[in-house]
């Protein structure tokens, strides 16, 4: 019984990944269930067993994946130090896993799609839905560590006073938040395009978004 569990466990988790790269190089509507299977090695009946249908199994995928892919670089923002170093390696680690994580790049790219896309299956709804994928929680996160709420400094130098910092987080975490939400956004989709086209992975390439989100 052990193994049938185990063995369960490791089709379900196969079929998860071909389902994520699937999405992601053809699109979610293009995609049959079929070609997840044969991708996975397995029979369409192996599918069916796991999921009714495209639609859970497109939110299997999401729910699998968006944790574990993408909590090493939320982590990032967690640690200790200050705010100005947190963001910018958070930044820069964003660009390295584009890059280099087809993982995270192909997760990135199958969100963003569903959400803002025509290519979304059935019985997901439209871009409001994002919330459900972690996109909302993004911007609250960043919005919580721009208001000077995860430790640290409190980021940036000066004499704390708050004088000359109109237009940054100091007084506007939301609009900073939206705007560092909408760089991840465009970023990923650039990568899922082409990560040639994506900034470079160091301080340099992040010191637009890091500009504009700090005093």
């Given amino acids: 019984m052990r193994r049938t569990a185990e063995e369960a466990a490791q089709t379900k988790a196969a079929l998860l990944e071909a389902a994520l790269f699937q999405f992601a190089e053809h699109g979610v509507a293009a995609t049959k269930l079929a070609d997840v299977a044969q991708r996975a090695g397995l029979t369409r009946g192996a599918v069916y067993h796991h999921f009714t249908d495209k639609t859970a199994l497109y939110a299997a995928v999401i729910a699998n994946s968006w944790d574990s892919v993408t909590a090493p670089v939320w982590a990032v923002l967690d640690s200790d130090g200050p705010v100005e170093d947190r963001l910018r ?74 004088a000359g910092r109109r237009g940054t987080h100091a007084d506007d975490p939301s609009g900073a938040a939206a705007g560092i939400l909408a760089w991840l956004c465009g970023t990923a989709l650039l990568a899922a395009t082409d990560p040639d086209l994506l900034p470079p992975s160091d301080a340099s390439g992040v010191a637009l978004p890091l500009r504009g989100a700090l005093p």
Avoid at 130 to 158: H, I, M, N, P, V
């Fill in 89 to 162: 390696e958070f930044l820069v680690a964003w660009l390295r896993r584009l890059r280099e994580d087809r993982h995270f790049r192909a997760l990135l790219t199958i969100t963003l799609n569903a959400s803002y896309g025509p290519d979304q299956p059935e019985g997901i709804s439209d871009g409001r839905a994002s919330k459900s994928y972690g996109l909302a929680d993004w911007l609250q996160r960043l919005e919580t560590f721009l208001a000077g709420k995860r430790g640290g400094d409190g980021g940036g130098s000066g004499d704390g006073d708050g």
